[in-house]
């Protein structure tokens, strides 16, 4: 809350990062435990709001909302070889009851597919219980060996999984499919960050699935911050954890499954390096913590400009807008650089003589604009205005976003664009065979392949030779830096 | 989803609560952790609402949100002796992540005054700090030694902590009383559940509190349910983690801070015993998981039926009603039995000549009564019956409970009232030196001594002498088994 100045977003991103989540007061990282962090109300009031229209969307799409313990027994990870290679690394195991060693150890959930496909198997029963659409708001836990870091990396994270069961593969794709239409209309239509979706390589799978997923964010700075995933898992898990059911023709049968995994502490990241500016943070209409701000204008020399702003105050609060009324004592230029550095999408001025004009000032944090608006038109301004911030913020984010996709036709353009872009470059195969050539483009260039688009169809670029090994290319893959 | 019947909730209560969670489909036992339970939508549902209407209540009253880890270091645990001989039975413990022994133990948070009081010694600089007021909405983890029961105690559960720092102990006092008032309004106001505030005697305080209070639920049967608990922490706890503040008189002082812990899983348990019947569950309609079902009758002779009761659902789901349409193959009485079992407020029942009339049928699952209605007069009527139904299951709890309230005169009376009721009587003292008096009536009758009133000023019974030692009576009592 003090006056020192951020470093700059366009110059220091890093530092701008670092800094605007403690000045904002978006998170404490002074906490004893490594990678894990106190998330304060600036942030945790937007990471509600997320959470609302993911679950609003899911609902809409089917899926029934459940509470799994964070306690998964040993057992149930070690049925299903990969996935507990995949995991254990990461896992936090909880061993001592009390002064009492447990008889099984427990994981701390790093992701519940153990715990749900147990279930799974005691509830399904006929085709008649397809599909099975559940999810679960729920933290995970892992142990993280990679740096970690505020929102984009931490050892406890907040997410949404859903977990799904189908008749046919055909259906399962087809869910796979909209659980990245979800991602767009939340991710993209709501909080304004434009992704390209994904399939990853072979070697990026997540483990124990037969197709993954992932849609990906860029910050205007280069790096990409994964978004949600979703998976294809296919029969196999099921399998392992005895999911059948009866099929119309009496026969039993194993049915396909999916899993999404919007993981809204990183989208959060996506939010703050997305739409931020030198001046701090900006938020979307929707999803700002607080989405206006009344500054009172000297009211030390006329006492009923307080009256006017609480009696505003209220009127709003009613209308269910989020709205903070700032009565502290520091001068009004003071309260605008505080609030605009904590992003809040529309400010209201209120001076002495505004009283008898009835008339406000209005600040609007994307535009940097002033407008005068008529009290009794003030709802109808806020509507109006918020909608348009909002609309601003995701059309200058995909101006950006678009303009940093850049072909590439050699390893040395990759290595140019990687780390300020997102190289598209023809290449191989992404499937096992192709893991050499990918090696030696995260060797060369510091980019990993992000995968294959699955939303357009992407032509190969001239005479179509993969770029490390000059075989014939069989898709376009895109390369960047991440998180 | 059998039709095996219910047993019954008049004769057989306990036997009836473990059958309608499964029934119902409230929780799923069979899962791999002792102890701990899968909540299914029917609950979660109505949990989720319950969290909204507390939510909102301690943000108008100036609580601010935030998210904690999960994972507290146990030096933070073992800075207070009290705290931690307290909870250290019960804290499940992260000794590892992945293969690594980790260098200091971590506790999954039991309660996390441990982990909020550090970060307050972070905040709280000024007097202008105060007051200084937060929560979380969390799930806690303790490793229970007595019996689980669902909802009622389980190693996993799910509640809000408030955590709250105040300049005087009157200030701190006055945040007490209002958190009672909180679980009046929420509670008993819209969950429908009476409660009486006790403050707890000397031998049942919380680890580390100067003064615990706590509402007491009574099913009708007479066994107590523990709701809401509030305390005063006063300055010890700050001081043992160096939260303190610079005053107005520019001297460095320590603050009083309280705690208000809602646990929302056990409250379901006072939904479900209180408002249920023979048939089944009741829900207030503001919590229900569903506030409508609409049975279509004989859709197969008249197919318009499913489009009429498709075209109803749409409208009340748009205007925001949780409403469900039962279109399976079962006979219209199946479904009225499912959905009574269920709980569910209103029913309206489409048949053929209900097109033309344009009047449905509304069923009311507490009154049993059936009315027709005018088409164009559906909401109106929706909302006068959900309200009506609300206050009608509010005042039949009430009376119940008002009858379970029974005076006694001596450890036989007693007897004969607990376990079917509360037995207020005399009581010498509730301090350490009433804790012998106090065994006595645990050993002989079976119940414990919930506390003293802080609600009403209680007369003493007749001559005023504890109803054990015979001696000065200072207090009246209150007496019962509970869960």
């Known amino acids: 809350?003090?006056?020192?100045?951020l470093p700059s977003y366009d110059t220091n991103p890093g530092e701008w990062y670092t800094e605007i989540i403690q000045k904002a007061e978006l998170a404490d990282i002074r906490y004893g435990v490594k990678g894990a962090l106190v998330f304060q109300p600036w942030s945790v009031e937007c990471m509600e709001k997320m959470y609302d229209y993911f679950?609003?969307?899911?609902?809409?799409?089917?899926?029934?909302?459940?509470w799994y313990p964070a306690l998964i027994p040993e057992s149930y990870f070690q049925k299903e070889a990969e996935h507990i290679?995949?995991?254990?690394?990461?896992?936090?195991?909880?061993?001592?009851?009390?002064?009492?060693?447990?008889?099984?150890?427990?994981?701390?959930?790093?992701?519940?597919?153990?715990?749900?496909?147990?279930?799974?198997?005691?509830?399904?029963?006929?085709?008649?219980?397809l599909p099975f659409r559940t999810y679960q708001r729920a933290n995970v836990y892992r142990y993280e060996t990679k740096a970690t870091r505020p929102f984009l990396r931490s050892r406890e994270f907040y997410w949404i999984e859903t977990h799904c069961a189908f008749r046919t593969k055909e259906e399962a794709y087809q869910n796979?499919?909209?659980?990245?239409?979800?991602?767009?209309?939340?991710?993209?239509?709501?909080?304004?960050?434009?992704?390209?979706?994904?399939?990853?390589?072979?070697?990026?799978?997540?483990?124990?699935?037969?197709?993954?997923f992932g849609a990906d964010a860029i910050t205007p700075q280069g790096r990409v911050v994964q978004q949600p995933s979703t998976h294809m898992i296919n029969q196999h898990f099921p399998k392992v954890f005895g999911v059948k059911y009866t099929d119309s023709d009496e026969k039993e049968k194993t049915p396909y499954t999916t899993c999404y995994g919007p993981?809204?502490?990183?989208?959060?990241?996506?939010?703050?390096?997305?739409?931020?500016?030198?001046?701090?943070l900006k938020f979307p209409?929707?999803?700002?913590?607080?989405?206006?701000?009344?500054?009172?204008?000297?009211?030390e020399k006329e006492p009923k400009v307080i009256d006017k702003a609480k009696e505003l105050l209220e009127t709003l609060e009613e209308k269910g807008y989020r709205i903070e009324l700032d009565t502290t004592d520091k001068r009004p230029g003071e309260k605008f650089y505080f609030w605009e550095m904590k992003g809040v999408p529309l400010r209201i001025e209120i001076g002495p003589k505004d009283l008898k004009t009835k008339k406000f000032t209005m600040y609007r944090r994307d535009t940097e604009e002033k407008t005068t608006i008529n009290e009794n038109e003030i709802i109808?301004?806020?509507?109006?205005?918020?909608?348009?911030?909002?609309?601003?913020?995701?059309?200058?984010?995909?101006?950006?976003?678009?303009?940093?996709?850049?072909?590439?036709?050699?390893?040395?353009?990759?290595?140019?664009?990687?780390?300020?872009?997102?190289?598209?470059?023809n290449f191989c195969s992404v499937e096992k065979d192709g893991v050499n050539?990918?090696?030696?483009?995260?060797?060369?260039?510091?980019?990993?392949?992000?995968?294959?688009?699955?939303d357009i169809e992407d032509k190969l670029i001239d005479e179509g030779k993969c770029v490390v090994c000059g075989k014939k290319a069989n898709h376009v893959v895109y390369i960047a830096k991440d998180y």
Chains 1, 2 share one sequence.
């Not at 940093?404 to 997102?422: C, F, Q, R």
């Open 263 to 280: 993981a809204i502490s990183r989208i959060m990241a996506s939010v703050i390096l997305t739409h931020g500016d030198n001046k701090g």
């Open 380 to 425: 109808e301004n806020i509507e109006k205005q918020g909608k348009e911030l909002s609309e601003n913020l995701k059309k200058k984010a995909m101006k950006t976003f678009n303009g940093l996709i850049k072909d590439a036709k050699s390893i040395d353009e990759i290595k140019k664009i990687v780390g300020t872009g997102i190289a598209r470059t």
């Open 85 to 129: 290679k995949g995991f254990t690394p990461e896992v936090f195991w909880v061993e001592r009851g009390g002064e009492e060693k447990l008889e099984e150890r427990l994981a701390l959930r790093p992701t519940s597919e153990t715990a749900f496909y147990t279930m799974f198997a005691q509830w399904i029963r006929s085709y008649k219980d």
């Open 176 to 212: 796979v499919l909209e659980d990245m239409e979800t991602t767009k209309r939340v991710v993209y239509g709501i909080f304004g960050i434009p992704t390209i979706v994904f399939e990853r390589p072979a070697w990026d799978k997540f483990a124990g699935a037969g197709r993954t």
């Open 285 to 299: 209409f929707e999803i700002a913590p607080k989405q206006i701000v009344i500054i009172p204008i000297l009211a």
């Open 55 to 66: 679950e609003a969307d899911l609902k809409k799409r089917g899926h029934k909302n459940y």
């Open 437 to 454: 050539c990918a090696e030696t483009i995260e060797k060369e260039t510091g980019g990993k392949i992000r995968g294959t688009r699955i």
């Open 1 to 5: 809350m003090n006056g020192e100045k």
